[in-house]
C-alpha cells in the first residue's frame, strides 16, 4: 500500500484538531455507522475542556488505497519541543493558517521547525467562512514568512488549500462560494504533492525515537518512524544511546496506528510509523539498530527547560481535609512517572527536604501537571514559578522571548506602559483600523504574572502570543513581582458577612462568607503596596438591645474568581498555591503573623545594608 507521514503544524487556536476530525470523516477509515466526536484527538480531560493540544497525536486513514499518518502537533509555546521532534518522523506538513488572523508567532515558529527539517508544506487557509477576511493579505503574510525564513525556491511555489474546518468543507479556489462538502481537495493535495518516505524495507533496522508514551504494564514506549528495515515482536536489537553506548533488548510488543486506535501488531516496515516496547529506558533521539549493526540517525536536539517552581507536601491546617494522596514518596513516584513520557520535564529532589524542583517550558506546560495531579487525588504546594538563569561564558543570563500583541487600539497606551515597566524592548508597531499589534522581545520573567493583568487591561479583548527566543545577560533582578500589597488572615475559621463588609473597604475579596480560612492565608488584595493583615472570621458582638435586622440587608461585592493559572501568576517569591482536589488557595511561605513580621523586617534591614 502507498504511504505519506505528514503533520499538522499551525499557531494555537487555528483549527488543527477540528481538521483531523474531518480527515478522518472524509476517510475511508471508518464505518458510516460509527460516531466520531469533535476534536477526537484531544483525548486528555483537560485538551477537551481548553480546547488545545497538549501532546502530540497520531492517527492513520486511508484514502483512495492511500495509507496516510497523520500527527496532529500542540500549537502553544510551551509544547514546541513535540513538534521539533515529529519532523523528523515525516515527510510533509499542513500548514494551518487562520484566514482572519494571518500568521502568528508560532506561525513562524512551527515552520521555522518544518524548513529546517528540509519538509514539504502545504499551506490550508482556514476559517474561510468567516467574515471580514482578506485571502490575499493572509497569502501575502505566508509568502514573506516563507521568504524570511529562507524556504528554499522549490518550497516557495507550496500549493494553498482552502478550507472550512468547523463546516467540513475545502476547496483549491479562494474563492469560498467555491467550497465542496469534505476535505477531498486536503487529501488529493496531500497524495499528489508529498512524497512516499523514502525507505528500504531490505537493510538493517534503522528507527529513532521521537515520541515517549508509557505504560505501568510495559514502561517507556518509544514511538517513531521506522526509516530502514522491518521490525518484528520478540526481534533482539541494540539502541545506540545518546552517550555513545550501546543497549541490547528484546521487542515485547509492537504497537501500529488505525483511526483513533492503538493497534497491537507482529511485525512493521521502513515508512510505517510504529510504538515499540521493551526497554524500560528508551530515550528520544536514540536509534533502535537490529542486532548488533549499530547505525545511529543524527541525534534529535531536545530544548532545555526554562521555567522552574518547587512542589512540596501540603504543609498548611487544611492538609488532608480534601486529597488522599499526600505522601512525598506518592507525590514523587507521580512526578518521576511524568517523566518518563514528558521529555521536556526535570525533576529533583530538594535534600533533606519534603520537596522537589519540577522544570519545565512554561507556566502551561507547569500548570496542566498540576491540575492533572490535582484530578487525580493529590494535596500539594507549589511556589512562584521562577526562570532558570544560566551561566554562559562566565555570564548570568535568562531566556528572553518574541512576543506578539494584538490589541483593540484604545487599550494600546496602557499595554505599552506595563509592557515597557517589564523591560519589553518594542521591536515593530503595526496599526491598523480598529486593532495595533505591537511586537517585543522581552526577558521571559517579564512575562510571569502578567497574564492576568493583560487580560483586565483590555477587558478580555488582547491576544497575547509568546515564543522562547534566546538566552541573554540579566539585566536588572526586581522584574516580575506583583507590585500590590494583598490582604492576609491572622485568624482561623468561618469568614463572616460581618468582617467581610468592613474588610472590602480594604481592597478586593478573594473568598466569599463561609469560606473556612487559617492564619496566613491570601483572602484578599489590598489596594496599596503592602500586606495588610485582617481579621475575616470577626462576628458581631450582641447586646440584649433589640434592633432592625441590619445583617439581612448587608450587600457585599462578588469577590474575584481566581483560576489556577491565574493564582500562579499572582503569587510572590514569599507565597505559595496550596493545591487539593476540590479548591486552591493562596497563602503565605510564613503562616504566623508575628514570625512573618519578624522575617520581613529582618529583610528589610539586609537590604538596606547591601
Known sequence: ???????????????????????????????????????????????????????????????????????????????????????????????????????????????????????????????????????????????TLFIELGAPDEFLEFKTVFASALKGTSSLDSD?????????????????????????????????????????????????????????????CTVSR??????????????????????????????????????????????????????????????????????????????????????????EERLFRETQRDVALRVERIPNTESWIVSGRGELHLSILIENMRREGFELEVSKPQVIIKEIDGVKCEPYEDLLIDVPNEYVGDIMTTIGERSGELVSMDAKETVTILKYVIPSRGLLGYMTNFMTLTKGYGILSHTYKEYRPVQSSSI????????VSVEAGQATPYAIEHTEERGTMFILPGTEVYEGMIVGEHRYDFDLAVNVTQKKNLTNVRSSNKDNTVVLKSPRKMSLEACLDYINSDELVEITPTTFRMRKKILNTAERKKYEAHVKRAQENE
Request: charged share 25%; with cysteine.
Open 480 to 487: 516580575g513581582e506583583r507590585s500590590i500589597g494583598v490582604l
Open 242 to 331: 545518546l552517550d555513545g553506548s550501546t543497549t541490547n533488548f528484546r521487542v515485547l510488543k509492537l504497537f501500529g496506528f488505525q483511526g483513533l486506535k492503538r493497534l497491537e501488531i507482529n511485525e512493521a516496515s521502513a515508512g510505517d510509523i510504529v510504538a515499540v516496547a521493551g526497554l524500560a529506558d528508551i530515550n528520544v533521539g536514540e536509534t533502535i539498530c537490529a542486532y548488533n549493526a549499530v547505525d545511529p540517525l543524527p541525534l534529535i536536539r531536545l530544548d532545555e527547560p526554562t521555567l522552574q517552581m518547587s512542589f512540596g507536601t501540603n504543609s498548611s491546617p487544611f492538609s488532608g481535609k480534601d486529597g488522599k494522596l499526600l505522601t512525598a514518596r506518592k507525590i
Open 1 to 143: 500500500m502507498e504511504m505519506r507521514n505528514i503533520a499538522i503544524i499551525a499557531h494555537v487556536d487555528h483549527g488543527k484538531t477540528t481538521l483531523v476530525d474531518q480527515l478522518l470523516k472524509s476517510s475511508e477509515t471508518f464505518r458510516s455507522n460509527e460516531e466520531l466526536s469533535d476534536r477526537a484527538m484531544d483525548s486528555n480531560d483537560i485538551e477537551r475542556e481548553r480546547g488545545i493540544t497538549i501532546l502530540a497525536k497520531t492517527t492513520s486513514i486511508v484514502y483512495k488505497g492511500t495509507k496516510i499518518n497523520i500527527l496532529d502537533t500542540p500549537g502553544h509555546a510551551d509544547f514546541g519541543g513535540e513538534v521539533e521532534r515529529i519532523m523528523n518522523m515525516v515527510d510533509g506538513c499542513l500548514l494551518l493558517v487562520d484566514a482572519f488572523e494571518g500568521t502568528m508567532p508560532q506561525t513562524r515558529f512551527v515552520l521555522k521547525k518544518a524548513l529546517e527539517a528540509h519538509v514539504k508544506p502545504i499551506v490550508v487557509i482556514n476559517k474561510i467562512d468567516r467574515a471580514n477576511i482578506n485571502i490575499e493579505q493572509t497569502l501575502d503574510e505566508v509568502l
Open 176 to 236: 469560498p462560494a467555491s467550497q465542496v462538502e469534505g476535505m477531498d481537495a486536503i487529501l488529493q493535495t496531500i497524495i499528489d504533492e508529498i512524497p512516499a518516505p523514502k525507505a528500504d524495507s531490505n537493510g538493517p533496522l534503522q528507527m529513532q525515537v521521537a515520541l515517549l508514551d508509557y505504560n505501568d504494564f510495559v514502561g517507556r514506549i518509544g514511538i517513531g518512524t521506522i526509516k530502514r528495515g522491518t521490525i518484528h515482536v520478540n526481534d533482539n
